[in-house]
C-alpha cells in the first residue's frame, strides 16, 4: 500500500491550497494519518485513506458554513509507520496522540482500519481525566475476538469498553448475537440506524451522566453506501449527509470534544467523490468543535 505508483502516494498536507499548513505549536489541530491496514475481512484498501483524504482535502472551500475553521491552524503530521504488529503501531499511535495532547492541541487521525482507534483512547486514558467515546458506525465492533484477533476492526470498542470507558453508538445496523447481548448485559446506550430513520433524533442524544469529555470516532461506513461506497464493509441504510452532521451536532452538547478520528475509508482509484465526502467530514469536525468550544 502506498508505494510510488500509487494515484494516492506523496499526498499534501491537509487542505493546504488554500490554508498554509501551520508549525505543530500554532495549529489546533493536527492532522495524524494512520496508513494501517492488516485485519481487513471484506473489500481492503484501508491503507490509502489517509493519503486520499489528503488529497481530496485540496479541492475543498475553505470557508463552509459561515466561517473558516482552518484560520485555527491546522498541522499535518508524518504518517505513523504501521508495519510492525499490532501492539508495537498501537504505541506509536498512542505516542503520537500523547505529543499532541501534551501541546493542548486537538488530534485528527486519518484512517486507515478502525483498529486504530484504541491508540489514541490510550493516550487520553493517561491523562487521568473522565471521558467518553462517541462512535458513528455501521457495526458495533464489541466482538471479543474475530478471526483469531482481538485487535481486529471489528473488536476495537470491546477493547475500549475493557478499560472501562463508557461509549455512546450512532447509526449501528448490523452486529452478531453475540455482540447485542453483549451490549444489552453492559448496558451500552445507542441510537441505531433504523430508530433515526423512522424517528430521527432526540434533541439530546448523550445520557446526562456522560463524560463532558468525547472523544468522536468516525467510521464512514456509518454513512449510507449511496454516498459512502469506499468503504470494506459497506451496509445498506446508513445515514445520509445531513443526518450525520445532525448527530455530530447533538453529540457535542455541552460536551468538549477532545479528540476524533475518521477511518475505514478505503479509496476507489479515479472514483473521486467518496474520498471528497470524507475529507469534507473532516473539516466539518473541525468547524463543529470550534464552534461548540465558543
Same mark, same amino acid.
Given at each position: 500500500?502506498?508505494?510510488?505508483?500509487?494515484?494516492?502516494?506523496?499526498? $499534501?498536507?491537509?487542505?493546504?491550497?488554500?490554508?498554509?499548513?501551520?508549525?505543530?505549536?500554532?495549529?489546533?489541530?493536527?492532522?495524524?494519518?494512520?496508513?494501517?491496514?492488516?485485519?481487513?475481512?471484506?473489500?481492503?484498501?484501508?491503507?490509502?485513506?489517509?493519503?486520499?483524504?489528503?488529497?481530496?482535502?485540496?479541492?475543498?472551500?475553505?470557508?463552509?458554513?459561515?466561517?473558516?475553521?482552518?484560520?485555527?491552524?491546522?498541522?499535518?503530521?508524518? $504518517?505513523?509507520?504501521?508495519?510492525?504488529?499490532?501492539?508495537?503501531?498501537?504505541?506509536?499511535?498512542?505516542?503520537?496522540?500523547?505529543?499532541?495532547?501534551?501541546?493542548?492541541?486537538?488530534?485528527?487521525?486519518?484512517?486507515?482500519?478502525?483498529?486504530?482507534?484504541?491508540?489514541?483512547?490510550?493516550?487520553?486514558?493517561?491523562?487521568?481525566?473522565?471521558?467518553?467515546?462517541?462512535?458513528?458506525?455501521?457495526?458495533?465492533?464489541?466482538?471479543?475476538?474475530?478471526?483469531?484477533?482481538?485487535?481486529?476492526?471489528?473488536?476495537?470498542?470491546?477493547?475500549?469498553?475493557?478499560?472501562?470507558? %463508557?461509549?455512546?453508538?450512532?447509526?449501528?445496523?448490523?452486529?452478531?448475537?453475540?455482540?447485542?447481548?453483549?451490549?444489552?448485559?453492559?448496558?451500552?446506550?445507542?441510537?441505531?440506524?433504523?430508530?433515526?430513520?423512522?424517528?430521527?433524533?432526540?434533541?439530546?442524544?448523550?445520557?446526562?451522566?456522560?463524560?463532558?469529555?468525547?472523544?468522536?470516532?468516525?467510521?464512514?461506513?456509518?454513512?449510507?453506501?449511496?454516498?459512502? %461506497?469506499?468503504?470494506?464493509?459497506?451496509? $445498506?441504510?446508513?445515514?445520509?449527509?445531513?443526518?450525520?452532521?445532525?448527530?455530530?451536532?447533538?453529540?457535542?452538547?455541552?460536551?468538549?470534544?477532545?479528540?476524533?478520528?475518521?477511518?475505514?475509508?478505503? %479509496?476507489? $482509484?479515479?472514483?473521486?467523490?467518496?474520498?471528497?465526502?470524507?475529507?469534507?467530514?473532516?473539516?466539518?469536525?473541525?468547524?463543529?468543535?470550534?464552534?461548540?468550544?465558543?
Amino acid at each position: 500500500m502506498n508505494d510510488s505508483s500509487s494515484p494516492f502516494a506523496n499526498p $499534501p498536507a491537509f487542505h493546504s491550497d488554500d490554508l498554509p499548513p501551520r508549525e505543530p505549536e500554532d495549529a489546533t489541530f493536527h492532522v495524524i494519518p494512520i496508513p494501517w491496514e492488516t485485519s481487513v475481512s471484506y473489500g481492503d484498501g484501508t491503507g490509502d485513506g489517509p493519503n486520499a483524504i489528503l488529497h481530496a482535502s485540496t479541492q475543498l472551500e475553505a470557508f463552509i458554513d459561515g466561517g473558516v475553521p482552518g484560520r485555527a491552524g491546522i498541522y499535518t503530521a508524518p $504518517p505513523i509507520e504501521c508495519d510492525s504488529n499490532a501492539p508495537e503501531t498501537l504505541d506509536r499511535i498512542r505516542a503520537a496522540t500523547a505529543q499532541t495532547l501534551q501541546m493542548e492541541k486537538i488530534p485528527i487521525l486519518l484512517g486507515g482500519e478502525h483498529a486504530l482507534t484504541l491508540g489514541p483512547i490510550l493516550a487520553i486514558k493517561e491523562r487521568n481525566i473522565p471521558f467518553g467515546v462517541v462512535q458513528f458506525d455501521a457495526h458495533a465492533d464489541l466482538r471479543d475476538s474475530y478471526q483469531g484477533n482481538k485487535h481486529s476492526h471489528a473488536c476495537v470498542m470491546k477493547r475500549i469498553v475493557d478499560l472501562g470507558i %463508557p461509549i455512546f453508538q450512532i447509526g449501528v445496523r448490523a452486529l452478531s448475537e453475540a455482540e447485542h447481548d453483549f451490549r444489552q448485559s453492559r448496558n451500552i446506550a445507542h441510537i441505531d440506524a433504523d430508530e433515526i430513520a423512522r424517528s430521527g433524533f432526540p434533541e439530546t442524544i448523550l445520557p446526562a451522566d456522560f463524560p463532558k469529555n468525547i472523544f468522536i470516532t468516525f467510521d464512514v461506513d456509518g454513512l449510507d453506501p449511496s454516498i459512502m %461506497p469506499s468503504t470494506g464493509t459497506p451496509e $445498506p441504510g446508513g445515514l445520509n449527509w445531513y443526518q450525520a452532521i445532525e448527530g455530530l451536532q447533538n453529540a457535542m452538547k455541552r460536551r468538549t470534544v477532545i479528540g476524533a478520528d475518521v477511518v475505514e475509508l478505503a %479509496p476507489i $482509484p479515479g472514483f473521486h467523490a467518496p474520498d471528497f465526502t470524507a475529507a469534507k467530514l473532516v473539516y466539518k469536525l473541525m468547524d463543529l468543535i470550534l464552534k461548540n468550544r465558543n
